[in-house]
């Protein structure tokens, strides 16, 4: 089975730097995907890492440890409309059969 | 067409009245998936379908919800007897057959049973 875990709400300021956690338990891993989704709106995808280590996509960078199964999402220089939540998705490895988990998302708010 | 279509918008519906919702992939995507969304809430994950395996049922939350795909295309979410629980946004959404490409999703079906 999948289990997926990430905290529900963040807060953080206009130009700051926000850390979003995820952590996974999965009886195969494929990859681990971030989407972003804001309010009233269908998520959007952010990144995919397979390897360990920093992925960087402009203010936007992704991290994975498969050791550890954890990974996180950087956020720099935070603009009001990164305010949305941010979904943490697993990718198995189980043949041909894959299915995405995604975690319940952690809503990020920007304040000024 | 250019991304996933999903209709109706919107849907207001008696209590106990079917509804069925529609999913049109992205062409050339064998896999998809059908998520509940309840309000400020993350995504419940209902059904998936890939190719011509048989779908992944584990997500329905009770035998009044049902999907199909006919021609490894469009799907069909249908719930049958709708409660005022079922109310939420239902999202489809669709991506090619290996893992590690991403998904691509429907701007959803706000349902309100009242």
């Known amino acids: 089975g999948q289990n997926i875990d990430q905290p529900t709400e963040m807060t953080a300021t206009e130009g700051a730097i926000v850390q979003i956690n995820c952590t996974y338990q999965?009886?195969?891993?494929?990859?681990l995907f971030w989407y972003q989704q804001h309010a009233g709106e269908a998520p959007t995808f952010l990144s995919y890492?397979?390897?360990?280590g920093l992925e960087e996509k402009g203010r936007f960078s992704s991290f994975l440890s498969r050791s550890k199964g954890y990974s996180y999402l950087l956020l720099k220089e935070l603009q009001m409309k990164d305010s949305a939540s941010y979904l943490c998705?697993?990718?198995?490895?189980?043949?041909?059969?894959?299915?995405?988990?995604f975690g319940i998302g952690t809503k990020l708010q920007v304040i000024p | 067409g250019a991304g996933v279509s999903q209709s109706p918008s919107n849907k207001v519906t008696e209590k106990g009245k079917d509804v069925e919702l529609r999913c049109d992939p992205i062409?050339?995507?064998?896999?998809l998936y059908w998520y509940r969304q309840s309000l400020g809430q993350g995504l419940e994950f209902l059904i998936y379908?890939?190719?011509?395996?048989?779908?992944?049922k584990s997500g329905l939350p009770s035998d009044r919800f049902s999907a199909e795909r006919t021609g490894g295309s469009v799907s069909t979410l249908t719930i049958q007897r709708t409660q005022q629980e079922d109310s939420a946004v239902y999202l489809c959404?669709?991506?090619?057959?290996?893992?590690?490409?991403?998904?691509?999703f429907g701007q959803g079906t706000r349902l309100t049973v009242v």
């Open positions: 959404a669709s991506s090619l057959a290996t893992a590690n490409t991403e998904a691509f």
């Open positions: 999965t009886s195969g891993f494929n990859g």
């Open positions: 890492n397979v390897l360990d």
């Open positions: 998705a697993v990718s198995p490895n189980s043949g041909g059969y894959q299915k995405v988990t």
């Open positions: 062409s050339g995507h064998t896999a």
């Open positions: 379908f890939q190719g011509n395996s048989a779908p992944d």
